[in-house]
């Protein structure tokens, strides 16, 4: 309590640095969105109508972020079992009340707002862990087994809530996400090699009980053979990564955005930036993130209390590791998943949630001891 009371009195300065990297960005990301999304929306009949709803979306993250970045972080402390507990609440009320969408029930609808549990879980799972890791009682997952056992049933919670929902892509990200959290605790690497040799079991046994995401795998090793099924979309994202160069067609003048690259405005909206900024655009945006993770990074390592530092980790480690996931899948380094570039691919609630994490990190950098300009 005394160290939380010290840190609380001591607020300074947001980090320059981190401010105009997630702002970079998020404006980056809306011109590149605009770009994605023309062959969509000139479907529907308006050519802005992508970029007015995510315009609208960023607008209010912003707000959530102006706010969530002067209000002390510490609240979330005494408030993370209710999130965890009302988030947990939401995954499993999915498959029951909520909308299918691309053949997967994944969304709630409250009349005209529509949401993804899921972006929630992200975070939900990030400070629940950061509350239990930097709380002296149940902190210690070098020796106590029983507390590494909790842990992992936390993650086996929500990724069950996942696998209800078809949406496997996100269970992966919670438990890679939890995996690292517990790691940075003080997780031995016995129990990292036993349980992650466990969950790529789980993941291929799953695999077989679905025929389209065996065919996911088929694809990946060898997606010519399956041009005009399984391996299409793969396929078009090469083309467009290939065709962009060094430094691109030029903006606007993607060719495989037109019904050629599916989801060309959301999971492959990395593969239109290669091919309309070329290499050189595709680096930039990847030294954005690599950017953002390394403040994130130092911020969490220098901030002036535990639950500070977990929380810092656990929000940079979810941008990071979808930044992953979704270049990986672009470049067909992994299988296909619904997986977004976060501040690129459309996304109302993952925006707004996203940008509310980023006031966080934000407000933790206030009282870390990290060199700020």
Not at 12 to 23: E, N, S
Not at 37 to 55: C, E, F, R, V, W
Not at 130 to 143: C, E, G, Q, V, Y
Not at 338 to 345: A, H, N, R, V, W
């Amino acid at each position: 309590m005394k160290e939380e009371t010290e840190v609380k009195g001591k607020k300074g300065q947001v980090d320059f640095i981190l401010l105009i990297t997630i702002l970079t960005l998020l404006l980056f990301g809306l011109v590149m969105l605009f770009s994605a999304s023309t062959p969509s929306a000139l479907q529907d009949g308006n050519i802005y109508a992508s970029i007015i709803k995510q315009g609208g979306m960023s607008i209010l993250g912003i707000i959530c972020m102006v706010v969530a970045a002067n209000y002390d972080y510490h609240y979330f402390k005494k408030f993370s079992r209710l999130i965890n507990v009302v988030t947990v609440v939401l995954m499993y009320a999915v498959p029951l009340i909520g909308f299918a969408s691309h053949g997967a029930t994944r969304q709630i609808s409250l009349g005209p707002i529509s949401f993804q549990p899921s972006e929630l879980a992200k975070f939900s799972l990030v400070i629940f862990f950061a509350n239990r890791f930097s709380d002296r009682r149940t902190s210690d997952l070098a020796t106590d087994k029983d507390n590494i056992i909790k842990c992992f049933g936390v993650i086996a919670l929500y990724g069950a809530a996942c696998f209800l929902q078809s949406h496997m892509s996100a269970a992966v990200v919670l438990a890679v996400i939890g995996m690292l959290m517990m790691i940075v605790a003080g997780l031995p690497m016995k129990y990292f090699y036993l349980m992650g040799g466990a969950g790529a079991a789980l993941i291929a046994g799953i695999g077989l009980t679905a025929s389209y995401r065996l065919d996911r795998f088929k694809a990946l090793f060898d997606p010519f053979a399956y041009e005009r099924g399984i391996g299409w979309q793969i396929i078009q994202s090469l083309y467009a990564v290939g065709s962009g160069g060094l430094f691109g067609l030029g903006l606007g003048q993607s060719r495989q955005k037109f019904r050629y690259l599916p989801e060309a405005h959301n999971d492959y909206i990395y593969a239109v930036i290669c091919e309309e900024l070329g290499f050189v655009g595709g680096i930039l945006v990847m030294a954005l993130f690599v950017l953002f993770v390394w403040r994130g990074i130092s911020i969490a390592l220098n901030a002036k209390d535990k639950f500070g530092t977990y929380l810092a980790f656990g929000i940079t480690a979810i941008i990071g590791v979808q930044m992953l996931i979704n270049m990986g899948v672009v470049l067909s380094i992994l299988p296909s998943t619904g997986m977004q570039l976060p501040f690129f691919s459309a996304g109302g609630t993952s925006m707004i949630v996203i940008l509310g994490a980023m006031g966080i990190l934000l407000n933790i950098s206030k009282s870390s001891k990290i060199k700020k300009m």
